[in-house]
């Protein structure tokens, strides 16, 4: 293994072990709580590198499969009666099934379109699920909300069973990055993404690779969004249909490196936290969007290729040298 396979393996072993103890070592609920949200944006910027990152597809509305989540498993849990403790949890995949389904139709018009095209329509369809989800009163409670059971735990451990359900939505998300990043499914999306007319014409089956790729990151987001429903126990569409959790997800893999499997991740440990400490103390002028649009501008004119691409090729540098 290089020597930067071995940075990567050591810190991936030590964030992994941390990130078990950390409800053991930290009981303050304010902070298992950054640590939920942390751990879901690890795993938002992850899915959503599966299909930005990889395929150079950029979408910028990913908070519409976030929000279809979040009522995908809302919904059946209302309809079905079902009470609060750990058995909405294992409704957390039906949400994930039915955003992909959902993800099928919306993925195959809009990857007929590249570049800018796509990028508003991706945006055109988010908009659209938040004014269905306003405006289908019956079906989803529109402006007044959706109520999820209440899920019955003490303050002192409410955090805690989240905390571990988004952990291990964020090592499944890591995982199938992972694994796409080695396979000849990952080779395909990264010939896409350096020339897709090229690998085209080689015998990539492009419209079903990038179609699968846009599933698999809807559907993961998806689930991601049923948990928080849940956790936030009760919803609102403009909250969970929300632009800034999309924008969120692009510049957290940004940040981090896209195209790399570690990039999401540690983008999303750097920005959340921050955003978070933002919002708790200056929420009321807004100062955290100010803080994430700059965020962008400095990322896009310093490090345009994130910092896990920068540190490695300074890395390679530095052992050419000795």
Aim: with cysteine; charged share 10%; hydrophobic share 55%.
């Amino acid at each position: 293994m290089s020597p930067t396979g071995l940075v990567r393996s050591a810190s991936l072993i030590l964030l992994a072990v941390v990130a078990l103890a950390f409800p053991l070592l930290v009981s303050d609920p304010a902070s298992t709580n950054i640590g939920v949200f942390t751990l879901m944006y690890v795993g938002l910027a992850t899915s959503w590198n599966i299909m930005g990152g990889y395929t150079g597809y950029i979408s910028l509305g990913h908070a519409g499969f976030f929000g279809f989540g979040c009522y995908a498993l809302g919904l059946p849990l209302a309809h079905l009666h079902v009470g609060g403790g750990y058995a909405p949890f294992f409704l957390v995949p039906l949400a994930g099934l039915l955003t992909a389904l959902f993800a099928i139709p919306v993925g195959w018009i809009a990857l007929r379109t590249r570049a800018a095209t796509f990028v508003i329509v991706t945006i055109a369809v988010m908009f659209m699920l938040q004014l269905a989800a306003s405006n289908l009163i019956g079906l989803t409670g529109g402006t007044g909300g959706l109520r999820f059971p209440n899920p019955g735990w003490s303050g002192d451990v409410f955090n805690d069973p989240f905390y571990y359900a988004m952990l291990g939505l964020a090592v499944a998300a890591i995982a199938a990055s992972w694994w796409i990043r080695r396979s000849k499914f990952g080779l395909g999306l990264l010939a896409i993404r350096d020339d897709e007319d090229k690998a085209t014409a080689v015998g990539v089956p492009t419209r079903a690779f990038k179609l699968t790729a846009f599933v698999i990151s809807a559907a993961l987001v998806g689930m991601m969004g049923g948990v928080y429903g849940y956790y936030v126990t009760y919803v609102y569409p403009e909250f969970v249909i929300d632009p800034t959790i999309g924008i969120s997800m692009v510049l957290m893999a940004f940040l981090g490196g896209l195209g790399t499997v570690t990039g999401p991740v540690l983008g999303a440990l750097l920005l959340e936290p921050a955003q978070l400490w933002l919002a708790y103390h200056f929420g009321a002028i807004r100062l955290y969007l100010v803080f994430f649009a700059a965020t962008f501008l400095l990322v896009i004119l310093v490090l345009p290729r994130g910092i896990v691409p920068s540190l490695a090729v300074l890395l390679r540098r530095r052992l050419a040298l000795t």
